[in-house]
């Protein structure tokens, strides 16, 4: 058949359809029958033993008129199996003779000419030649110090894993214990990017140490004996780290205690632990800079206050257009209320807390708040709350209606001011039982939660503002922030201080 415009028309069934009816096979399996194919096939047709048009050389990878495995290996890999037919190939045993009988054209060989010509001249090095050149060249070759690891990855051509930095090297850990009225707490934390740290370890108990100290004025044995366990705790976790600073201290209970530094001798004594007591003043900066990552760039004014169980801390914070990388530099106005969640229930009585009850501890709190002095302040959007305490921590997981206390849900919430006056009249319209079943309060807190609460609603109406941030946080975090600014961690271009001894000052 032939098409007028294009020369031979294909057969209607393609050419492997017409092959098959002549009973011959198809091109796959004509390669693979010995004796199909004549020993030299060109474009057209070629009868055996005929001379090769110019330009072909003789195929010396052809047996018995195949192609060698190799060579169809080669034409599948390559990049020019669109002509393997026309593709000269200079035989290694005949090199010469080949040479001199075909000429190759450019673009057609299996393998550039930079690769035949890099390939021949590695073949005509002897051995001899090849020792020679490495011995020059390790002659001459400069010493080069050990590669770190990074340095070895980069020369492989492969990124350098990252190393975690418990393995990096020194780390330099802080630890800081809060002994308070109401719980023992510990911390042990690496310093991260500026102002900021990742806690390696952690403790906090429930201890009661200032149960019956409003009515005796002392530390009972039993408070003191279970003060003591939890602090063997403390001791054993930070005997197993290697600490470069740490300090230790007590609060309100100790301070108002007149067993107080008779307690702490003891605790050196049995735990190898020295605790320091600490002034108000001093625990009120403490509670600031604990939570001042907790402070917008957009406020001006905030009143942050803590709610310990023997006494209440209350800081007055003005922020102008310089604003201090420490946030306690800001305080303008503090005081501390001898007055905590454990004194005033004891007091008033926490199981069974009526509406009346709950007014009266109210009232008690606004009269030691008369005698503060403080100017008012501008109510508006930069200006709100701050509260570190257990009474707001759990005033938010009431209201987020957790299954089980989530820190990471709780710090950093905000609360409107009628979403926290419905969490206490929640709690005050709930029987001790209730609280005590509640997830987010538990039994040990069931008897301090309102309490706590009376605390809150005098300062609030102190100082009304629209919302209140809940701060998981205080008095560790304070430390902790403290002595690694002092100790330059977060300056760039400093080094650290040389010592790594444990400091309890």
């Not at 096939?41 to 090769?52: D, I, K, Q, W």
């Not at 990124?159 to 719980?183: E, I, K």
């Not at 009972?220 to 003060?227: G, I, N, T």
């Not at 205690?257 to 320091?276: C, H, I, P, Q, Y």
Request: with cysteine.
């Amino acid at each position: 058949m032939t098409d007028p415009e294009g020369g031979n028309k294909p057969q209607p069934e393609g050419a492997s359809a017409q092959s098959r009816r002549d009973g011959k096979t198809t091109r796959r399996g004509r390669s693979k029958r010995k004796g199909s194919r004549p020993a030299s096939v060109t474009s057209g047709s070629v009868e055996a033993g005929a001379a090769l048009p110019p330009g072909h050389a003789e195929r010396s990878d052809m047996t018995g008129g195949q192609p060698s495995r190799k060579r169809k290996r080669r034409r599948r890999g390559g990049g020019h199996a669109a002509e393997p037919q026309t593709r000269p190939v200079q035989a290694r045993e005949n090199h010469s003779a080949n040479a001199a009988g075909a000429v190759s054209e450019p673009g057609k060989a299996g393998k550039s000419g930079k690769r035949r010509r890099r390939n021949r001249n590695r073949r005509h090095h002897t051995p001899q030649q090849v020792a020679a050149v490495a011995t020059v060249v390790e002659a001459i070759r400069p010493v080069a110090p050990p590669m770190q690891a990074r340095d070895v990855a980069r020369e492989s051509g492969h990124h350098a894993p990252r190393v975690p930095a418990s393995h990096s090297g020194p780390v330099d850990l802080y630890a800081a214990l809060d002994l308070g009225t109401n719980n023992c707490r510990l911390l042990i934390a690496q310093p991260t990017r500026p102002g900021s740290f990742r806690v390696v370890d952690a403790f906090s108990r429930i201890v009661r140490l200032g149960e019956g100290l409003a009515a005796s004025g002392r530390l009972s044995e039993e408070a003191m004996d279970r003060a003591v366990e939890a602090l063997k705790v403390c001791s054993v976790k930070l005997a197993g780290r290697d600490i470069r600073r740490m300090r230790l201290i007590a609060t309100e209970a100790c301070r108002a205690a007149a067993n107080g530094e008779d307690f702490l001798s003891r605790v050196t004594t049995e735990t190898g632990l020295k605790l320091e007591i600490i002034n108000r003043e001093t625990e009120a900066r403490l509670a600031v800079s604990g939570c001042s990552s907790l402070v917008g760039r957009e406020a001006r004014s905030v009143v942050l206050f803590d709610i310990g169980g023997g006494s209440s801390e209350i800081a007055v914070i003005r922020i102008g257009e310089n604003r201090s990388s420490r946030l306690a530099n800001h305080i303008t106005h503090w005081t501390s209320l001898p007055v905590g969640v454990v004194t005033l229930s004891e007091r008033h009585g926490g199981r069974d807390v009526t509406p009346d009850v709950f007014e009266a501890m109210i009232n008690e709190v606004e009269i030691m708040l008369g005698r503060f002095e403080c100017p008012p302040l501008q109510e508006g959007h930069d200006f709100h709350l701050i509260g570190t305490s257990g009474t707001v921590t759990t005033l938010a997981g009431v209201h987020l209606d957790l299954p089980r206390y989530d820190r990471r849900r709780v710090d950093g919430l905000w609360l409107s001011d009628a979403e926290v006056s419905a969490m206490q009249a929640k709690l005050l319209s709930w029987g001790y039982s209730e609280r005590a079943a509640n997830p987010c309060i538990g039994p040990d807190r069931a008897d301090l939660v309102l309490a706590g609460c009376a605390i809150l609603e005098a300062i609030r109406r102190r100082w009304p503002a629209g919302r209140m941030r809940v701060a998981d946080r205080g008095l560790r975090e304070g430390l902790l922030t403290d002595m690694m600014a002092d100790d330059g961690v977060w300056r760039r271009g400093r080094g650290r201080r040389p010592p790594r001894e444990r400091e309890h000052a």
